[in-house]
């Protein structure tokens, strides 16, 4: 190889390398540069990462949702107290409404009728703890029972008081007051007395009063069979209850037993048993009412005289079980009946005891606060105007905790 060529090729070489080492020297920056850049996005995101899972951050963050959820939720609270409060008494009043529409269907009366009867429903449950609508119940069973409408109204207040007084039920109550009116043949007028005589009763033994309600209207008919009416015929069927209860593992037991001893107590089947005695049971009752004694007594007496000498005399002229469970405590505590029969009769005032102390819970307070909230949204006054400003505010409420809702369905 010549110089020339030698020197070309060194030439060349030279070249080269200069442009090789620009290149690397381009490439050696653009790699720092990368290096920075990179390091500039990694310092960028740690610190974004590290604000956004800052545990004070999401304190902070969390704190800020729960106090919004629990003002929602009190908004929530207070928008339910409010509707218990305003919404119970909208809904008795349009029962009512329709209930006293129905009832001057079936007897019969004119709007401005019915607003008469209304009002004078709404003073005496008030004064007796009933919501008007269970004083119209009675107010039904009264007049579906035939009573007259004067008698029923006069009765309805005694019967309301006595109800709240026992916590026995309006329709109980007012059917076992029918039954004393129509069977007994005792005045409507007379029925605080009764239901004060029947309380006393219930005290004095374990047959109480709301369940003489229940079970009146059958005893009492059968007690009108057999003559045994008047006030005296309530103080008698007490006290027999009474007595009764020693014999019996329930109330139902009891009553059921001393009314198949009155449907049996001159039955055919008893009279012929009685004749094969050689006594003539009938004529024998039929001159105890005429001498004005009571017919149930007196049997009760001659059975206890008869079994004296033969204790096996009851189950040979009662052959019904529920009648012998009757009359075996009866006729062994006709002195206990007799007691309590005359403590029934000069019963006074028991009803108004009981019912101002019951007056005095808590349930029955809630009670008048709920009767004296009807009477006010009825009569479209007082509390009616305050009553339909809540409503609007419910109705606010409920849109916003809506609005809530949507915004944060998590």
Known sequence: MNNLSFKMILQLVDRVSDTGNRIAGNMERMSRRTQTAVQKMSNTSNRAMNRMFDPARLERGINRYEQKLQHARSRLMGAAAIGAVVLAPVVRLGKFEHQLALFGNIVD???????????????????????????LEGLEVLLGKGLSETDARIAIESIGRSATATGAQIRE??????????????????????????????????????????HFPGLTASAKNLGITGVEAVAKLGAALQIAMKGAGSPDEAANNLKNFLSKLASPEVVTKFKKMGINIKRELDNATKNGLDPMEYMLVRIHDLAKDDKW?????????????????????????????????SAEGVIEKDFKRVMNTNIERAKALAIALDTSLNSGKGLATVIKGLIIDLTGVVAAINKFTAANPE
């Open 109 to 135: 009366k004119t709007k401005d009728q019915l607003q008469v009867i209304e009002a004078e429903l709404r003073q005496k449950g008030a004064k007796v703890n009933q919501h008007a609508s269970a004083m």
């Open 173 to 214: 109550m007012s059917e076992a007051g029918f039954a004393v009116v129509d069977n007994l043949k005792i005045s409507a007028s007379s029925l605080p007395k009764i239901f004060d005589m029947l309380a006393q009763s219930g005290k004095e033994g374990g047959f109480e009063l709301r369940d003489m309600a229940k």
């Open 313 to 345: 005399i009851i189950g040979e002229l009662f052959g019904d079980m529920q009648v012998q469970n009757f009359l075996k405590p009866m006729i062994s505590n006709l002195e206990e009946y007799r007691r309590i029969r005359d403590v029934t009769m």
